[in-house]
């Protein structure tokens, strides 16, 4: 035996032609990085580090099978991983085959329902925990123990944020299989990495889905927005995370009160670089309440436009694509083929560098910098290259998805609120410009709001210029101003009046404050009366002025005076009953009612035209019209004959009531003969609708009379 001296004075016995040496080299080579020099030297081992290299490449080979072993299968979509996502089971018979779980799937459900609403994991860690819902290995041990590798939990009810991130980024809910989550580089260790989005094998549809695609869409954006929290550890707002500088694109705080007190003012967006040291950016302030209006009222409008006119929102959104797709492909190619060019320049300059060197035309010291000059601009070049490349191949200008959107806009067809599914299902991102107009009220700031499947768009409308802008915040400015004039008008004189009356009912305190209001008022009336003297003695011209404000004034009562009259001398409006009743007497009226009824009617014909449209190209608006209807219809003829009972009952004893249900009686009589004739009418012109009712009501009526006449025939007998 030979013995070799380590520092760690571990002493190795070396048994020559033994099984001992290859077990030796493998723990050597598992558990040290190298060996020092010997102290005493083998010299009838020669062999050794050529053995230890053939066992290496046996062993190496043998995890290269293995791998390509498990590559084929997997590429050919076989699992190869006895364990199965949460949600899924499978039989015996087929292995690869994942089948629904229905009661794990709703649980799997509700984790991304609760994330679309946008919980957090941890929240909703917390509501699974507190609802005693199994956590998937205990669920596992309980029902499928031959697939349960957790022998021991400390608690099964004990759901925690890993497990539901987990579940959140699992495709497999989508309905695919998805192969080669991890990769292990060495054969000698058992780390492993998880792999890239190039290196995962992904099979589309080849079992049951449990969530739907915009579902998971959804979820996976909130989950990847990652809230920022507030101090005491809440999250601050639902628009946090959605908020982006349109200037220098980082993503814009939340700023709250810090005294727990909700004002409208205090609860605001702001740039995120604004107090930033080394990228500095304008504050971009805005209210939260702002964006929540102005996020509802796009929604509002571009579903609007969407559902009355489909056809022209698909073409707008189809030529808006086009114009940034042509923008986007311009740009990165253009650099691209610049830097090739640049690439294949640098490649001739070294060649001409490197013959010249050779030639003995350049030394060589200055030869060597300029080549390392250039070949460091070159791999510079080659990796803004691959940037450019995978800049086209994946963020290429995503086409709008208008059939997705126009789903969406359906399942919120009358949205007046702005509820955190509607935002989160909607809303991809707002951007926010900078303010103009300074801490004024005629601020402007531009908001951009971009929408899920089809980008950033607003519906035509009419443009506003500025002054026109301006004059419509004077005008509500001063409307405002008026309101609370009045209002504290208003209050004053109810104050007033209280304390006169007060003062009337003998009240010492009330009489008091009274009589120092009465003489409050005279002191101010005398004073305006030495005002105005003063002012007349200063100035001659005032007293013309004076005279001048007295007669514009004066000839302002008149004028209003003069059109009341006007007013109350010209005939009142008739209403439309009193109209229809005239219209019997008075041939004027009755013209007039008949163009009222032909208006009427060319309305309601455009409506309905209207209405049939939207309904041939919208079935679920056409079915919504049509149960609106018939609740119209069911709800009108219980009303009618609700009323109709009334007036019989009443009838009994009330003349009045009599002559009113005579008259109902008449009308439906004589209502029932014109229907009658006009359908027989229809009939006789050969309206095919109209024989086939007016056939039927002949049936009808034989068949009434042989009834009628049958009866009499038995009562006879």
Known sequence: TDGFVLPTEVFLLWLKGSATTFQCSKLLRKFLRFLCQPLLTISDNDFTPFLNIMNEWYAKDTSNKIKAVFKARMKKGMRCSGSIPYGYKRTKEDKQQLLVDEPAAEVVRKI??????GLGMTAIAEQLSAEKVLIPSAYAAKYFPENCRHNEMTDPYRWTATTVGYILDRQEYLGHTVLGKSICENFKTKQRRAA??????????????????????????LRVRKRPKAANGTYTHRLSGLIYCADCGARMGFCGSENGKHYDSSHAFQCGNYRSTTNQCASHFVRASVLETVILKAIQAVSRYALENEAEFVADLQSVWDENKAKSEDTGQHELEEARKRVAELDAMIQNLYESSMKGVLPERQAQRMIQQYDEEQILLERRMQELENQIRQESVKKADTERFLVLVKKYRDCHELTDAMLYSFIDRVEVHEATGGRTIYRKQSIDVYFNFIGSYYPPCETVSEEERIAAIDAEQLRKKQEKGKRASERQQQKLKALREAAKAGDPEAVAKYEEHLRKQRERNHRYRQQVQEARAADPDHLRQLDEKQRLKQEKL????????????????????????????????????????????????????????????????????????????????????????????????????????????KYQSEATVRSYQKMKAAAEAGDPEAVKRYEAHLVKRREDYHKKKAQQEAISA
Request: net charge positive.
């Open 558 to 665: 008149l004028e209003k005076e003069r059109r009341r009259s006007e007013r109350s001398a010209q005939r009142a409006k008739l209403t439309r009953t009193e109209l229809k009743e005239k219209a019997k007497t008075d041939p004027e009226a009755a013209e007039k009612w008949a163009a009222l009824k032909a208006r009427e009617a060319e309305a309601r014909q455009r409506k309905k035209e209207r209405e049939e449209a939207r309904m041939a190209a919208d079935p679920e608006y056409a079915a919504m019209m049509a149960e609106r209807k018939a609740e119209y219809e069911r709800t009108r003829a219980a009303k009618r004959k609700t009323e109709h009972d009334a007036l019989v009952e009443r009838a009994k004893t009330d003349p009045e009531a009599a002559r009113q249900l005579a008259e109902q009686r």
């Open 112 to 117: 991304y329902r609760l994330a679309c609403q």
């Open 196 to 221: 890239t989005a190039d290196e995962l094998m992904i099979f589309p549809n080849t079992h049951e889905a449990i969530v739907d695609q915009d579902t998971w869409d959804i979820a996976h954006k």
